[in-house]
């Protein structure tokens, strides 16, 4: 079920390599060990996470890229496909929540570089403020943003990107449409959970 | 040490009444119990509000509250004198938590009647973008805004106020200046740990 | 032709109660004369205006009124009925240009008086940053935004409305709808010349 | 006196290499024929520009210049001495008034590309929000901004620059300062008539 990536592994972490099912088994004493093996600061054990998502709400950041011309308008929109939990391919959005200790801009240029890559040379925004915020609740039909682990507030952002996108991990491409035509409006139809309806803000405040 | 207020019960809950410094001798079992006695859902016992806590960043409102006139402008900005935990008093404006389940909306409400009473009348923003949205780090220096108990994500608004105010539990009063004068800039200067950095960002935002 | 309203007289002006085809005789003499019965300070004559408009870009405001609940939550949005220069009717928001040495904040709350009356009780924004600007070129399809007597460049506000609408002038009637409802997209689609598409930019920055 | 920039010609035009004040003995016969001369398309003569400037408010594009790290965050404030109409030296921003036909955009681009050159390579905004609109008043005192010459509504931008700036026309030097350092004060308290306000509007909107 497409939702809100989360806690996916950089390379040469502990779990680095595992498909995301293997972490059901991992218990609070493998991820003691395991932050012996260069976890990221800030990222929680399977029973840490789930209780916090049972618990209080997520902080997360989740980022719209797209092309700009040298006018610095949006020329074109990228999306993911994306391998979720169970297996099926899912169109996305960058998403992922806020580490502790991590600030906002670290967590758009980490999440950014986990589904892009290294090179993918993000323009990160000069001011904090964010164009929408998404609150994401486990029970349907309570907003128009769903999501079934947890209540998640996303801060939502347009990111330009001005380098070569190499997907990473469980990201299978990076499609760019735009934003003007019919491809953008199908693209939109499959994302789910209301991510589209985040690329329609973002659409509508670029002015497109 | 003032900080981000939190926590703090409503009238009729299990804790209302008792000094926040009470709070450290109720066990994980208290407030079972206490679950039975109306504590607001998504409410937190001690031991479950401190581990995530040192675990995962928690979600905040901030809220600057305003007078405007007829025209919109601001007239007048509060801030409220406040009892922190070790007994002193300290200048803050109002915050508090997001918690568990609770729309952003319902926590910007929430929080203003629990220091401004049920008749304030808050106009709650038509959109939820906020004016700026405050990192606080536990590690002092880290940022200019520094909460020694969490890393908290502060989103901000600036709400007027047109009903009357009654201070309730720790705040003893709330007082309103003229965003222009003297009194204004000292003020600013009793508000510690970045609470003071953020009215001046919506002194900036509000073009005063 | 359905566009910007502009230089509708106020009540006790000199030209109040004129059809908008009758200024087209006025001369400058007239005009000079008509300064003596209490034009608004900063009101054109037809041979200034006309120039003015062939010559530099002209400065709007924009409003989209909307209807609130409790929560700040926009549960209507308004627009209006208004007969055109040519007698037709057209769906419209409400907007007028700004006049020489008048603030924002004096355009809007005219343009509001103008169109809903005097005791609609606009809540005016407490800052002044526009939630888009929508730049109108006399030139068909240069843009998505269409005025064929200027270029005009419209600062778009969300304006509240907590009293009673009695519709003005030219001004035939005023509708409220729920946003999320097919009357809306309806009269989406009845506003012409690129007004429907800032409603749509205030339903997404509003978050509907 | 330091006031909005304004009708600069660009390399090639009629008037470039002149000195300002010759434009005053240019009437409107000389204008008509300069047009035949590479004017930019939308470039008043002196007898209109001053006669629109005592009717109607006139659309500008104010521009604070930034320097940027890879993390968004600005790093330098870029500022402008500049030889005022009287021969004296001022401190500014990047300023203009958009043209008959002329996008916000083009304005943004063609006023950076004015002051600095052709080579600054500018990131324009995605979008076309400004943090903050100044207006500026022919009355002193009417408000924090004034401008002898007009009433002008400045739509107000951050933008950061890439490339090499080589100052143009006017303008003597570009000063690149620390936003964080005593440098800004002393640069800000040097700037008049609320050019210093934009300045610090936009670092309160930048979270310096």
């Known amino acids: 079920m497409p939702v809100l990536n989360d806690e996916v592994p950089d390379d040469g972490d502990f779990d680095a390599g595992r498909r995301r099912g293997e972490f059901d088994d991992i218990t609070p004493e493998d991820f003691i060990h395991g932050s012996n093996h260069s976890n990221p600061p800030g990222w929680l054990g399977p029973a840490d996470i789930s209780r916090a998502r049972r618990q209080i709400p997520i902080a997360y950041v989740e980022i719209v890229p797209v092309r700009t011309d040298d006018m610095g308008r949006v020329s074109q929109v990228g999306s993911l496909l994306h391998v979720s939990d169970d297996g099926s391919i899912e169109r996305t959005l960058i998403t992922g929540r806020v580490l502790f200790h991590e600030t906002l801009r670290e967590a758009i240029a980490r999440n950014i570089a986990k589904d892009l890559g290294d090179i993918a040379l993000p323009m990160l925004p000069q001011n904090l403020q964010p164009f929408t915020v998404a609150e994401f609740f486990p029970t349907p039909g309570l907003s128009e943003f769903y999501d079934p682990r947890q209540h998640a507030i996303a801060l939502c952002y347009v990111v330009p990107i001005a380098g070569d ?38 659409l509508a405040w670029l002015g497109v």
Request: hydrophobic content about 35%.
């Open 165 to 202: 996108c190499k997907p990473q991990d469980e990201t299978l491409d990076v499609e760019w449409v735009d934003p003007r035509g019919d491809v953008m409006e199908t693209f939109i139809g499959q994302m789910v959970n209301g991510h589209g309806k985040i690329v329609r803000q973002a």
